[in-house]
T-cell receptor, first 116, second 111 residues
Framework: NAGVTQTPKFQVLKTGQSMTLQCAQD?????MSWYRQDPGMGLRLIHY???????DQGEVPNGYNVSRSTTEDFPLRLLSAAPSQTSVYFC???????????????FGPGTRLTVL | ELKVEQNPLFLSMQEGKNYTIYCNYS?????LYWYRQDPGKSLESLFV???NGAVKQEGRLMASLDTKARLSTLHITAAVHDLSATYFC???????????WGAGTKLIIKP
């Protein structure tokens, strides 16, 4: 059981470039989310998904797109990178199959993104 | 507005001392989670509190939940350096899968 995996671990982009951060989980969790963490700002929710084919915006969605074609994968796309998107990005998942008892979220290792 | 407030946000303490981190929240909920984050690392689940009066303990850490007061505490007993980390609480509001997060408490324990 690998849990939640993220790639890449580190990435440097130039302003205006696009890229996709990958996230996968092997726990059959229905809920997946993307957060960004900036110094002194805690965790901020970017987008989330409650199941395959269903996504919604979180607190800070501008400049990011997501899709959820399978239960396992939830990629985050940066459309045109900006220096303000320099951050650490975490993917998380939760759920217990069809029965939601509680919502303990499991986090991936994170992607450190720098936009120059 | 749903809010989760942690205090203190920063705590520097000596080894061997006891201290408590507080997590107050503004909405009705009976599910609260504590996480630990080491510098440069991801978040790791510490405690899951699922009802009023719930108490969980792991080593020198003990977490409790008072849903009537909308308050959770994370108590550190006889602190050791290895407990230095940032601790987050998060509240489950039950309307969807989202959690509402506190800002985190950075704990530094000096030898």
């Amino acid at each position: 059981n690998a849990g939640v995996t993220q790639t890449p671990k580190f990435q440097v982009l130039k302003t205006g470039q696009s890229m996709t951060l990958q996230c996968a989980q092997d726990m059959n969790h229905e809920y997946m989310s993307w957060y960004r963490q900036d110094p002194g700002m805690g965790l901020r929710l970017i987008h989330y998904s409650v199941g395959a084919g269903i996504t919604d915006q979180g607190e800070v969605p501008n400049g990011y797109n997501v899709s959820r074609s399978t239960t396992e994968d939830f990629p985050l796309r940066l459309l045109s990178a900006a220096p303000s998107q320099t951050s650490v990005y975490f993917c998380a998942s939760s759920g217990t199959g069809s029965k939601k008892f509680y919502n303990e979220q499991f986090f991936g290792p994170g992607t450190r993104l720098t936009v120059l | 507005e749903l809010k989760v407030e942690q205090n203190p946000l920063f705590l520097s303490m000596q080894e061997g001392k006891n201290y408590t981190i507080y997590c107050n929240y503004s909405t009705t909920s009976d599910r609260l989670y504590w996480y630990r984050q080491d510098p440069g690392k991801s978040l790791e689940s510490l405690f899951v509190l699922l009802s009023n009066g719930a108490v969980k303990q792991e080593g020198r850490l003990m977490a409790s939940l008072d849903t009537k007061a909308r308050l959770s505490t994370l108590h550190i007993t006889a602190a050791v350096h290895d407990l230095s980390a940032t601790y987050f609480c998060a509240v489950d509001v039950d309307s969807n899968y989202q959690l509402i997060w506190g800002a985190g408490t950075k704990l530094i324990i000096k030898p």
